[in-house]
């Protein structure tokens, strides 16, 4: 992906690699330990969709109708915590306030343009690879996500307020050239994770997910924080 800014501040020393090496063999960590799959696609920013951020998504399910993800900006050791996504079942999204359900977006276009893929290890087969892709995509292809990132990586440290993101819908919505690059760098033939999900089938969306695509999110955004306050 392309070069983001340098994290402020010395490298990490010594002293603080053998600390973070002690705590991973000595403490439970249970929580990083339920995550189930790696996941790569783009999000954009819902109150000013169009830029593409590339985000590696780490998940683990608390349910079988509700997945919690940390989002990262590379799948590097180093990677940057970006933000956070979580991903509901239809029967939990039609029971949200229509106020609510408008923060949340759909996978389908993600799911069944290539763009969502699962980075696959080098000594898997990719025919094995490619049968466990498609059951992770047939689940997620009708989940609903809410998404908000912590970091702009187009800077040095997480500044301001968290933004919500959504994902992109329709191909003339993402710059060709930063989806292209992506699947080179990653080995990823989309035409081939196309014609291979073309089985998958898509779901009846409600109407009031993907909003930012469909007007003024930032009013939404602004409508639920004040409901928020109020105890709405």
Not at 36 to 53: E, I, K, Q
Not at 147 to 174: C, I
Request: proline share 6%; glycine share 6%; hydrophobic share 40%.
């Amino acid at each position: 992906m392309p070069d983001s800014p340098s994290v402020p501040g010395p490298e990490t020393n010594l002293k603080n690699t053998v600390l973070s090496t002690a705590a991973g063999l000595t403490q439970p960590l249970a929580p990083l330990k339920n995550i189930c799959a790696h996941l790569n696609a783009f999000h954009t920013y819902a109150d000013s969709p169009g830029h593409a951020v590339e985000t590696d998504h780490y998940c683990a399910h608390l349910s079988n109708s509700v997945r919690q993800c940390l989002l990262y900006d590379s799948a590097e050791p180093n990677a940057r915590l970006i933000g956070i996504e979580y991903m509901i079942t239809p029967d939990l999204y039609c029971g949200l306030d229509a106020e609510e359900r408008k923060l949340w977006h759909s996978h389908v276009f993600e799911v069944k343009s290539g763009m969502l893929a699962m980075p696959k290890p080098a000594t898997v087969p990719e025919v094995a690879w490619e049968f466990a892709e498609k059951k992770e995509m047939e689940e997620v292809v009708g989940l609903y996500g809410k998404v908000f990132h912590l970091w702009d990586t187009r800077d040095a440290l997480p500044l301001g307020l968290p933004r919500l993101m959504t994902s992109f819908t329709e191909a003339s919505q993402v710059d060709e050239s930063v989806w292209r690059e992506r699947d080179e760098r990653m080995g990823i033939d989309r035409e081939r994770k196309v014609e291979g999900r073309k089985g998958i089938e898509e779901p009846s969306l409600h109407a009031d997910a993907d909003a930012a695509w469909k007007g003024n999110i930032a009013a939404i955004v602004e409508h639920c924080l004040m409901s928020k306050e109020k105890g709405l």
